[in-house]
C-alpha cells in the first residue's frame, strides 16, 4: 500500500484511551489508515516532517455563527469607541448598502452612555447598529416609526415614556425583516470568510447554528449560499425551528409538522450536512434577556422567554416527533427549565432512543438542574469563552450566590453529562484554545476567578472540543480522535497544552490545520519542508 500522506516526528495525542499517544499518522483517500509500527514502514506519496509539534485531533465547534461572523468582519466596526460622540463620528462617513448604515461591535458597557435613536437620527435614516450579543440592536428613528405596535409592546422606553431606539429579541427579529434576505452570493462570501477564521484557530467542523429564518438567519434560501461556498472546513446546519410547516402525513407516522420533504438531522455528507433543528426559549445575558428564576442583580428584569411558551412548547414536540436532533437556546435557568420540561414531555409522547438533544448555551444551571439534564440524557453546548471575555460582567448581574453556576463545567462531567465546547462567534473569542484554557483556569481576562469549583482538567477541557463536541454533533464516527478509519483532521499546534504553563493555552500558536489529509491552513509551510 503507498499512503498519500505520512506525519511523521509528530507529539500525536490522540484522545483515544486506547492508544493515547503516537509519533507517525498514516493518511489514505482522506482517511487516517494507521499509527506508528502499522504505517512507519508504508511508502508514501508525500511524507511530511512535524518536527516535534504536537498533533490534536481537529477542534470542532459545535455552535458557531460562520455567515454572521464573516458579515462581521466586512462590517463597519465600533466595539473600538469609549463615547457616543466616538461612535458618531465613525457613522459620518459610513457607506450605505440597500439603503441601509448596518454597525457591528455594539457594546452599551463600553460606552459613557447607551446609544439612543436620538443619536442616529442626526446621522440620517435606516441605520442598524447590531448589539455584539446578537440578541438586540439600536435603530435610528425612521426604523421604529414603521415597526408594528406589537414589535413594540416591551420595547425599551425612556423616562418620559418615549422609545430609546435599543430594541432586544422579537423587536429585533422584526427589525433585520425589514433589511432581508442578503444575497446567496453575499452569505456565500461572509461563510467562506467565518470558516476561514476557523481553520486559523484549528476548528474542522463547524456547526452553523441557525440557518433559514430564526434571530440570525440570512435568507429563506440560505442552504443554498453555503452550496454555492467554497468551504475550506467541514460545515454542519442547525435548521431554524420556524421552517416546520404542517404536514399532512400518515396518521401512524405521529407528525404533525416537518420541514418540507420531510428533511431532517442527518442529511448531507462529511462536508457538509443537515444537523439539529435549532429553536430559540430565551435571550442573552449581555442584553440583559436570559429568562432567570428572579430577577438580575440590582435590576427588576428578570430577562424574558423569547416567543408564546406554547408556541415554542409545540415546536419542540413536534420537531422531536419528527426526527429532529433539537437544539434548544436556553442561558438562563427559567430558560433551563422550560426546554427540560419540553424535551421530557417530547420523549414521553415519542420516545426515542439516542435523541441526544442539546441545550445550548445552558449558561446558568442551578444545583437540582443538573441530575435532570443527566437524567434526560440532554447534552449542555457550553460557550466557556463568554465568561474569560464577559466573567466581570455575567458575575455582578447574577451575584455571588448564582456566579458560579454559569457555564459549568465539572460538575457536568461528575454526573456522567458529555459536554460539548463551542464559541458562538463572532460574540466572543471564537478560539478552542482560549476556550480550553478558560475551563482550567476559570479566570476571566481580568484575572477574575469565574466559579472555581468548575474547573476541569486540561484533558477533559480538549475533549470538550474534540469527542464531546464530535459526540454533540453526531460526528463521533468520524471525528474526536485520531484513530484509524476516522478522517484526517488535525490541528497541529507548536507546544503541548497538557505541559505548558495554563495562563499560556490560549496563546499556543496554531501550526497547521489539516483537513480530510489536506494542509487546509500551512502557515509554517510544513509541506514545502
Not at 46 to 56: E, H, N, P, Q, S
Not at 74 to 91: K, N, Y
Not at 480 to 488: E, M, Y
Not at 509 to 514: G, Q, W
Request: glycine share 10%; hydrophobic share 45%; net charge negative.
Amino acid at each position: 500500500m503507498i499512503l498519500d500522506l505520512k506525519l511523521v516526528g509528530g507529539q500525536v495525542v490522540t484522545m483515544d484511551p486506547a492508544r493515547p499517544v503516537a509519533s507517525v499518522i498514516g493518511v489514505w483517500a482522506g482517511r487516517i489508515v494507521g499509527l506508528d509500527d502499522d504505517v512507519a514502514h508504508l511508502p508514501a506519496r508525500r511524507v511530511v516532517d512535524l518536527d516535534g509539534a504536537v498533533v490534536l485531533p481537529g477542534f470542532v465547534d459545535a455552535h458557531n455563527h460562520l455567515a454572521w461572523a464573516g458579515r462581521a468582519a466586512r462590517t463597519l466596526d465600533i466595539s473600538s469607541c469609549a463615547t457616543v460622540a466616538q461612535v458618531l463620528d465613525v457613522l459620518r462617513d459610513a457607506p450605505r448598502s440597500s439603503g441601509w448604515i448596518e454597525v457591528a461591535g455594539y457594546d452599551h458597557r463600553a460606552l459613557d452612555r447607551p446609544l439612543t435613536s436620538r443619536d442616529l437620527d442626526l446621522i440620517g435614516p435606516r441605520i442598524y447598529v447590531q448589539d455584539l450579543s446578537g440578541h438586540a440592536c439600536v435603530v435610528s428613528g425612521d426604523v421604529l416609526a414603521v415597526l408594528p405596535a406589537s414589535a413594540l409592546r416591551e420595547a425599551q422606553r425612556d423616562a418620559t415614556g418615549a422609545l430609546t431606539g435599543f430594541l432586544a429579541e422579537g423587536a429585533q427579529t422584526a427589525v433585520r425583516a425589514l433589511r432581508l434576505p442578503y444575497s446567496l452570493d453575499d452569505i456565500a462570501a461572509d461563510v467562506e470568510s467565518g470558516a476561514r477564521q476557523c481553520l486559523r484557530e484549528g476548528v474542522v467542523l463547524a456547526a452553523e447554528a441557525g440557518v433559514g429564518g430564526g434571530l440570525l438567519g440570512s435568507s429563506p434560501l440560505e442552504i443554498e449560499a453555503y452550496l454555492r461556498a467554497s468551504l475550506p472546513i467541514r460545515v454542519q446546519l442547525m435548521v431554524s425551528a420556524d421552517r416546520l410547516e404542517p404536514v399532512a402525513g400518515h396518521a401512524a407516522d405521529r407528525i404533525r409538522r416537518a420541514v418540507p420533504l420531510g428533511l431532517r438531522t442527518g442529511l448531507g455528507d462529511d462536508r457538509l450536512s443537515i444537523g439539529p433543528l435549532k429553536l430559540w426559549t430565551d435571550g442573552g445575558m449581555m442584553a440583559r434577556t436570559a429568562a432567570l428564576t428572579w430577577p438580575y442583580e440590582g435590576m427588576e428584569t428578570a430577562g424574558q422567554l423569547q416567543d408564546d411558551p406554547e408556541l415554542m412548547h409545540a415546536a419542540i414536540v413536534d420537531g422531536h416527533a419528527a426526527g429532529w436532533q433539537l437544539a434548544v437556546h436556553a442561558i438562563g435557568d427559567r430558560a433551563v427549565d422550560f426546554a427540560l420540561d419540553a424535551l421530557s414531555e417530547a420523549q414521553h409522547a415519542v420516545p426515542r432512543a439516542d435523541a441526544r438533544h442539546r441545550i445550548e448555551h445552558c449558561g446558568l444551571v442551578r444545583p437540582e438542574q443538573l441530575d435532570r439534564i443527566a437524567e434526560l440524557n440532554v447534552i449542555p453546548v457550553i460557550q466557556p469563552t463568554f465568561l474569560w471575555a464577559y466573567g466581570n460582567d455575567y458575575a455582578e448581574i447574577m451575584g455571588p450566590e448564582r456566579a458560579p453556576w454559569m457555564y459549568r463545567g465539572k460538575a457536568f462531567l461528575d454526573r456522567g453529562i458529555v459536554l460539548a465546547g463551542s464559541s458562538d462567534r463572532p460574540v466572543a473569542d471564537g478560539k478552542p484554545l482560549r476556550a480550553i484554557q478558560f475551563m482550567v483556569e476559570r479566570l476571566s481576562k481580568e484575572g477574575r476567578p469565574i466559579g472555581p469549583d468548575e474547573a476541569v482538567t486540561v484533558e477533559q477541557a480538549i475533549a470538550a472540543y474534540t469527542v464531546g463536541a464530535a459526540y454533540a454533533c453526531r460526528r463521533e464516527h468520524v471525528l474526536g480522535t485520531i484513530t484509524p478509519g476516522k478522517l484526517a483532521d488535525f490541528a497541529i499546534l507548536d507546544s503541548d497544552p497538557r505541559t505548558c504553563d495554563i495562563s499560556k493555552i490560549g496563546d499556543i500558536e496554531v501550526r497547521a490545520t489539516v483537513v480530510n489529509g489536506e494542509f487546509a491552513h500551512d502557515p509554517t509551510n510544513f509541506t514545502t519542508n
